[in-house]
Every structure is written in C-alpha cells, then in structure tokens.
C-alpha cells in the first residue's frame, strides 16, 4: 500500500493515493494505519479517489476529478476536514494530479474550492457556518457553554476564562446526545486580542489533536458572535501553529499552511 505524510498546522494525516477506489478501508485497517505506535501515526486518513469512481459523491463528479474520502484516526467516516481538505490540495498539485490556482475537490461535505496562495498558504472555501443555537461541555467537572455550529460536521464552540493551555483533554469531553448523535467536535477558546482567539479541540474520533480546520472556523464565529460581529477576518492560534479565517455573508475561509513530509510502503 502506497502512502505519503502530510501535514497542515500539525494535524497530520495519511495520504492513500487508490483513485479507482480498490483499496479495502475496514475501520480496524484505518485505526491500525492511525497508530502512533504500531501504524503510521496520523489524525486521520485521507484517500485519493477519483469522483466517478465513488457512489457516495458521484453527483459532485462533473465538477470535481477528485474525492477527499476522509476518515477519522478510529476508522469512523467524516463529512469534512478543513485542514485535511488543504493537505489533499496541496498532495494533488505536487502529484500532478492538479494546476496551481483554484480547483474543486469533492467531499461528503459538498463541493470545496481550494487555491494555492502566492505565499504558500492553502485557502479553501469553508462554505456558510450554520450556527443552530447553544449547548454544553463539560470537562474535567467543570461546565462550559457554547455555540452549536454546523461546518458541514458538527462543532460545539466555546469561550472560557481560564487559559485553555490549563485544560485537561485527556478525555471525552461530556456533551449532549440529544443535541450531537453522531458525536461533536469541541472547541475550548480565549479570545486574546481585536480578532484573535487561542484554540484547543477534542475531536470525535481522534481525540485531541493539535489544530481543526472546521474547528477554526466554528471558533472565529463563536468570538465573533461574542463580539457582536458576523464578519471580518480572524487569527485563530492552535497548538500547532496559526490559522487564518476570513468571515463573509455568505461563505467562510480557512488559509495556512498545508505540507507533505514523507512518503513510502505500507505492509499491514
């Protein structure tokens, strides 16, 4: 099995180039790649196929060559990845699968346009935040509230006061099932500045990892919402480095830096 390492913001994934579809995905097989020990070692595994050749999105086929068929570090299927979406793009045009510029990449997510900036950065429309109201999490005892936010996955988005460097995310942050059936990302924020937030995530299926693109997102329209805003342009620093997202009426961007560090075989 084929394989390449990337990377965006330090949430790292594995690349499994398989564009007719052929490889065989059981979740035991993907969390067994996902090992930090035994595998890989990734947040997630991302694989390369063509549209046509997937049911699932075979509608998105006349506007997108490729599907970002993502899945999470414990074999669980995922609409979208935001930093996974930048990671695939910038794995297309180094592989000459894709020209630099702007191009579409398909997901369960919807159709996502991505362009390679002039400085290096991997943009992507993000699409419109939907925010459906509140909930909360608890951690470590303690009950924070925040906004419930749909990126195309859900998010459960919060500002607390005490540091978020000070958190223990160690564990499953409790939340609500009748709110998130599927289970939720949760981000813990301090808002530090004029549009800027320090950010950390508990993702399902992965548990905490070092930055979320669709988290990033969620957190900039939870400070904004905070700050009486809708839209503008946000810094969102996550343990692994710097996101930027831009808020617009109708749609939302995440830029940063997206890299491919390794590639080789797997036996497994």
């Known amino acids: ?15 499994l180039p398989d564009p007719d579809g052929a490889l065989d995905l059981p979740p035991a097989t993907v969390a067994a790649i996902c090992d930090r020990r035994a ?14 050749a997937s049911d699932e999105v075979a509608d998105q086929a006349d506007s997108a060559e490729w599907f970002m068929d993502y899945r999470n570090a414990d074999g669980s299927v995922v609409e979208m990845c935001g930093n996974g979406v930048r990671v695939f793009a910038r794995y297309l045009v180094s592989a000459g699968l894709a020209s630099p510029g702007e191009f579409a990449v398909a997901t369960r997510g919807g159709l996502k346009l991505v362009r390679i900036e002039a400085d290096g950065d991997v943009r992507v429309d993000m699409g419109k935040p939907v925010v459906l109201g509140e909930s909360v999490t608890t951690v470590s005892g303690h009950e924070f509230t925040g906004l419930h936010i749909d990126m195309g996955n859900p998010h459960l988005a919060c500002a607390i006061g005490e540091p978020v460097v000070q958190l223990d995310l160690g564990h499953q942050p409790g939340f609500d ?12 924020f301090n808002p530090v500045g004029q549009r800027r937030a ?15 693109g669709t988290g990033a997102v ?23 480095g710097h996101l930027t997202v831009t808020l617009a009426e109708e749609t939302s961007y995440l830029a940063g830096p997206a890299v491919i560090i390794a590639s080789g075989e797997l036996s497994l």
């Open 177 to 188: 099932p009748g709110v998130f059936p599927t289970g939720v990302n949760i981000e813990l």
């Open 218 to 240: 969620a957190t900039a329209v939870a400070a904004a919402h905070l700050a009486g805003e809708s839209t503008g342009t946000w810094n969102i620093d996550v343990p692994g």
């Open 198 to 212: 320090v950010m950390r995530v508990f993702e399902r299926g992965s548990g905490e990892t070092r930055s979320c």
């Open 1 to 15: 099995m084929r394989f390449l390492k990337g990377h965006g913001t330090e949430n790292d994934f594995v690349i």
């Open 39 to 52: 595998g890989i070692g990734a947040d997630g595994v991302l694989r390369v196929m063509r549209t046509k």
